[in-house]
């Protein structure tokens, strides 16, 4: 399992003051609230802040960081991840995953059971989830994550048990 959570992507720079706005990846965008120590994943290396202070515009979360007070000093982060110790993510209910713990579990029919591929991606929807998954036979398939098509799932053991339902696959 991952030992860090993304919780939001730096979609750009805010005034000159280094304040950035953030696109949130997590349930909640007023959990940044709560935060107080994140890391910015440049690709090479993770570089642990300290969140100042946290405003919301529209969908996104302005963000300044501790020790960061210009644009040029943030400005060449942008498109970098934002990262949190699993501790710090929210925590789960019944039946919830961590999407970064789902990506890439091998995915299996119940009937017949037999490998049909690995989970490629989630698409959050309005109403429910989509799986995304990279099927052996079929390419990519798209699978609602709903209690008539989602048998199990078992994150320690990395596995998902699906049910076709009519119409899911061309």
Do not use: W
């Amino acid at each position: 399992m991952e030992k860090q959570l993304r919780v939001g992507v730096i979609s750009s720079t805010h005034g000159i003051r280094g304040e950035v706005k953030v696109f949130p990846t997590t349930d909640d965008v007023k959990r940044f609230k709560k935060l107080k120590k994140v890391y910015l994943d440049t690709g090479k290396e993770q570089i642990p802040l300290e969140i100042e202070q946290v405003r919301f515009f529209k969908q996104f979360a302005i963000l300044k960081f501790k020790g960061i007070d210009n644009i040029n000093d943030i400005e060449k982060y942008k498109g970098k991840d934002i990262l949190v110790d699993r501790e710090d993510g929210t925590p789960l209910g019944k039946d919830e995953y961590y999407i970064a713990d789902m990506i890439g579990m091998d995915v299996y029919t119940d009937d017949p059971r037999e490998h049909f591929g690995k989970l490629k991606d989630v698409m959050v929807t309005g109403a429910n989830d989509v799986y995304v998954i990279d099927s052996d036979r079929h390419g990519e398939v798209l699978v609602p994550a709903i209690r008539q098509c989602i048998m199990d799932i078992d994150v320690e053991e990395r596995k998902m048990t699906i049910h076709l339902m009519e119409g899911l696959l061309s």
